[in-house]
């Protein structure tokens, strides 16, 4: 990894530890000076892998895309923007928003 990366994924870590709601990619994006906010999953993806792998007492939560139509609410292993609802194929989906909390 390089520092520019390391860089960001720092900035965004501290945002989502001192944050007091969930946010989702577009807010991060925004706070921390990324213009693709889709650039922004990557870096969860890394960063839930360095939490689980430093220690044990901190956790990236996510509150999980749902659809605006029906309501269905997707299952996620990792995080990600679904494109359409399986249920009802809408394309009207509320972003999965994310948190770093203390699991102790």
Not at 3 to 21: F, G, M, Y
Not at 22 to 51: F, M, Q, T, W
Not at 86 to 102: A, G, L, Q, V, Y
């Amino acid at each position: 990894m390089n520092d520019i990366e390391d860089s960001i994924r720092k900035k965004i870590t501290k945002v989502l530890e001192s944050s007091p709601e969930p946010l989702d990619v577009d807010a991060i994006a925004n706070i921390v000076g990324i213009e693709n906010p889709r650039e922004i999953y990557e870096h969860l993806r890394h960063i839930a892998k360095s939490i689980r792998r430093s220690n044990h007492t901190k956790a990236l939560l996510m509150i999980p895309p749902k659809c605006r139509r029906c309501g269905y609410i997707f299952d996620l292993d990792e995080p990600k923007k679904p494109s359409k609802c399986p249920r009802c194929k809408s394309e009207s989906i509320e972003p999965p928003r994310f948190i770093i909390r203390s699991t102790s």
